[in-house]
């Protein structure tokens, strides 16, 4: 049935773009819906445009999804971001698994913690798997030319929390099993790649702040300093994971983003400090 129903979202000449949530969400009980949403981001591409491309391929007419326009289209995207958002709540449980796993192998007989050992590498290629999903998906939605308001919020929050989820993975993850769990492929992916593009969304979305009034500023002035700082977060983490596990896992890592978008560094490092103050009081 819901492969009927993407069959039906695709080809149909009426406007069905408010299927597009509901199937989205029924995919996502079983995790099935990464073919539907890459084509979406696909369309949504051609309809509304990329940022890093100044001769967009915008208003063009595809085969698919014909109910998607440039009107619609950004409708469509918010629909997507809920989607990476409930995804998102998935992962952030398995993330909590794995902590309290990793603690329970500690206290555990030898017996008992390899069975929890065995249990903790399935969540962390489970983990590693879906990030590696996310960033490719997150990535997609930033890259498009999102008007502001309701869509290029809902962008700059899945960024956020990617990041925080990036972040969170870093720090509780242990060398070895990272290398178990052929985390640097997910490293590929969320370093450089994805902080070039969050980069241009920024770029992208203050030029376009500037060009309203005073009285229209948007959410976006709270959450560019925020996906700032968790990106700032989660490459400081890496660092002190790379030097752990010796291992050059700085060279997928930019040089950072805080002094490009007039953040001053002092003011974020001690944002930085003080999250990470927070973060060992509540593991003590």
């Known amino acids: 049935v819901l492969v009927k129903l993407e069959d039906y979202i695709r080809s149909s000449t009426q406007d069905c773009v408010s299927l597009i949530g509901?199937?989205?969400?029924?995919?996502?009980?079983?995790?099935?819906?990464?073919?539907?949403?890459d084509e979406l981001l696909v369309k949504l591409a051609t309809v509304l445009g990329r940022i890093d491309e100044e001769d967009t391929s915008a208003g063009e007419e595809t085969e698919n999804f014909h109910g998607i326009d440039s009107r619609t289209g950004h409708a469509v995207l918010v629909t997507i971001c809920g989607q990476l958002a409930a995804r998102a709540r998935g992962l952030e449980h398995l993330l909590a698994r794995a902590r309290d796993l990793a603690a329970a192998a500690a206290l555990a007989v030898h017996s008992a913690e390899q069975r929890i050992m065995r249990d903790l590498t399935e969540i962390y290629k489970s983990v590693v798997l879906q990030l590696c999903q996310m960033t490719a998906w997150t990535a997609g939605c930033c890259k498009l030319r999102c008007s502001l308001g309701a869509a290029s919020e809902r962008v700059l929050a899945a960024a956020v929390r990617l990041y925080s989820m990036l972040a969170a993975l870093v720090k509780q993850i242990d060398p070895v099993m990272a290398q178990t769990v052929r985390f640097e492929r997910l490293l590929k992916l969320c370093g450089k790649k994805l902080s070039s593009v969050t980069d241009n969304l920024i770029t992208y979305l203050e030029a376009s702040q500037n060009k309203e009034t005073a009285t229209?500023?948007?959410?976006?002035?709270?959450?560019?300093?925020?996906?700032v700082l968790e990106a700032e977060l989660f490459s400081k983490r890496l660092i002190l994971l790379s030097t752990k596990a010796k291992l050059n896992w700085q060279?997928?890592?930019?040089?950072?983003t805080a002094r490009d978008f007039r953040i001053k560094a002092p003011v974020l490092q001690e944002v930085l400090n003080a999250q990470e103050q927070a973060d060992e009081t509540r593991d003590e």
Not at 220 to 225: C, D, F, M, R
């Open 22 to 37: 509901p199937v989205l969400t029924a995919g996502c009980s079983e995790l099935q819906e990464a073919a539907l949403l």
């Open 251 to 256: 060279q997928y890592l930019s040089l950072g």
């Open 216 to 227: 229209k500023l948007l959410r976006e002035t709270k959450l560019i300093p925020r996906l």
